[in-house]
Antibody, heavy 117, light 114 residues
Framework: EVQLVESGGGLVQPGDSLRLSCAVP????????MTWVRQTPGKGLEWVAN????????YYVDSVRGRFTISRDNTKNSLYLEITNLRAEDTAVYYC??????????WGQGTLVTVSS | DIVMTQSPDSLAVSLGERAIINCKSS????????????LGWYQQKPGQPPKLLIS???TRESGVPDRFSGSGSGTDFTLTISSLQAEDVAIYYC??????????FGQGTKVEIK
């Protein structure tokens, strides 16, 4: 069974840094592109970043480039998202998702990041 | 960057009736090299992550009921629920994945029972 389990969210202050993790048992993690998508409370979905299977290519939405870093450790079947200089507008549920031919066919349950002083 | 616009923002349909959701891309998402439209549809129910319903504009995922269908090409796409069931109440999103990322989603369409 394909499972994706995010962790690392919580209440943080503006300017803080955070690392989100996504544990991926259940499939050959190293064979897939992986994606982070976020959803602000009551709002729609925002594609954030993705990473190639070997980690050699990454892409970001303009609004996070320079503050967010996506990475992966294929030996640990894990995906990460480092976020620096957190802002109120980064408050969201962050989902990790597997890509299959570019569409996201499996998603985790998400981890909530709340940025507030 | 490509912008995705869905219409309507919400709709209320009677049980058993048809629901139609539109999605318009600011640029064509049709590839001339493989004649595929790089467009997916997702369903999100309250408290749940999105679920992929349709990829390549019209290919249903395994296990998705055949009352869901996708159509369109180039810049204009449609998701049709042929006979709305109570369990179809959700927000539906389109997403383009043409070219290099980012791959934006539409703003979502909320489907309710009339």
């Amino acid at each position: 069974e394909v499972q994706l389990v995010e962790s690392g969210g919580g209440l943080v202050q503006p300017g803080d840094s955070l690392r989100l993790s996504c544990a991926v048992p259940g499939f050959i993690f190293s064979g897939y592109w992986m994606t982070w998508v976020r959803q602000t409370p009551g709002k729609g979905l925002e594609w954030v970043a993705n990473i190639k299977p070997d980690g050699s290519e990454t892409y970001y939405v303009d609004s996070v480039r320079g503050r967010f870093t996506i990475s992966r450790d294929n030996t640990k079947n894990s995906l990460y998202l480092e976020i620096t200089n957190l802002r109120a507008e980064d408050t969201a549920v962050y989902y990790c998702a597997r890509e299959r031919q570019r569409a996201n066919d499996y998603w985790g349950q998400g981890t909530l990041v709340t940025v507030s002083s | 960057d490509i912008v995705m616009t869905q219409s309507p923002d919400s709709l209320a349909v009677s049980l058993g009736e048809r629901a139609i959701i539109n999605c318009k891309s600011s640029q064509s998402v049709l590839s001339s090299s493989n004649n595929q439209n790089y467009l997916g549809w997702y369903q999100q129910k309250p408290g749940q992550p999105p679920k992929l319903l349709i990829s390549w504009a019209s290919t249903r995922e395994s296990g998705v009921p055949d009352r869901f269908s996708g159509s369109g090409s180039g810049t204009d796409f449609t998701l049709t629920i042929s006979s709305l069931q109570a369990e179809d109440v959700a927000i539906y999103y389109c997403q383009q994945y043409y070219g290099n990322p980012p791959w934006p989603f539409g703003q979502g369409t909320k489907v309710e029972i009339k």
